[in-house]
């Protein structure tokens, strides 16, 4: 696989998100021993950069990539994050915590998880808006020079964040969400830093071009869902989704909402069968044509998605192709 550079060590341009083998989608598929194999071959193909969380599964996640990397560790670049507690598995009720005691707490809590001796990237999930910015950031740093954590990212955040953290401790990464129907990290109009399920903080404007900010400023961009919750994949052709799987009560994915927004796969199908590849390749392909720090974690619990996926680094759209692209429709429905 083509790799990029991350904070100067090469990853594969396509990396792995794993939050979906532990919780939020089909959760009745959930296969720790197949997620396990998956994230291994997920290695073999050159898929190096792996990201999950303690939130996802209320530590699960975390306990999981820990397993499938024993005796792997060095093959792999992993990021985790902290300042989100899941108050509830059940409901799903999330919490902001930034406080800097937390923070370090919680990457006592990941390294043992993940059986390691480093964090290699640990994002803030989320800013706390009743914690100062600075103090979760400096404690963060302090993990850095204790040698528990390499460097750290922030996750949905907007410009005027990232620049205040970045004069403290430098920023490597920011990941946010970003596809073909989700484009407010590019500077979209209305896009709001931070919003989670059931969550109304956020800065309550927009967020700026951040995918702009972190090639200027050294960072890598991490586009989390660059499939649309798998709707860019063309194969969610129906709103019909149990109960546990977060795409049953998502603004998009429902009837109305889910057949005007065919029209953005129609266009991607199309892109697709001039390449003879896959609308996932495609949507995948679009985010790394976004800039060569463009580092996508599109996630799955099958192997053969898994393949595809990483396909999608040795396709190159032309110029004509992404001003087809360019011109989608805006999504119907809110991201959530």
Known sequence: MRTRDFAGTPVGAVGLGCMGMSWAYTESERDDEASVALIRE?????????????????????????RALKGRRD???????????????????????????????????????????????????????????????????????????????????????AAEAHAIHPVAAVQSELSLWTRDAMGAPGG????????????????????????ANGAAFVPFSPLGRGFLTGTVTSADFEGTDFRAGNPRFQEDALRA???????????????????????????????????????????????DNAGAAGLDLTETDLAELGEVPAAVGGRY
Request: overall charge negative; hydrophobic content about 40%; charged content about 20%.
């Open 261 to 307: 927004n065919m029209r953005i796969v129609d266009v991607v199908k199309a892109v697709a069968a001039r390449h003879g590849a896959t609308p996932a390749q495609v949507a995948i392909a679009w985010t790394l044509a976004q800039g060569d720090h463009v580092i996508p974690i599109p996630g799955t619990k099958k192997r053969r998605y898994l393949r």
């Open 42 to 66: 997920a290695l073999d193909l050159g898929v190096t950069f792996l990201d999950t969380a303690q939130p996802y599964g209320d530590g699960h996640n975390e306990t999981l990539v820990g």
């Open 75 to 161: 093959e792999a670049v992993v990021a985790t994050k902290t300042g989100l507690v899941v108050e509830s598995p059940v409901t799903r009720n999330i919490v902001r915590d930034g406080r800097p005691e937390h923070a370090k707490a919680s990457a006592e809590d990941s390294l043992r998880r993940l059986g390691t001796d480093v964090i290699d990237l640990y994002y803030l999930h989320r800013v706390d808006p009743d914690v100062p910015l600075a103090e979760t950031w400096g404690a963060m740093a302090e993990l850095v020079a204790e040698g528990k954590v390499r460097t750290l990212g922030l996750s949905e955040v907007s410009v005027a964040q």
């Open 192 to 215: 709001r830093a931070g919003t989670l399920p059931g969550d109304t903080a956020g800065t309550g404007g927009g967020v700026g071009d951040v995918v702009g900010w972190c090639a």
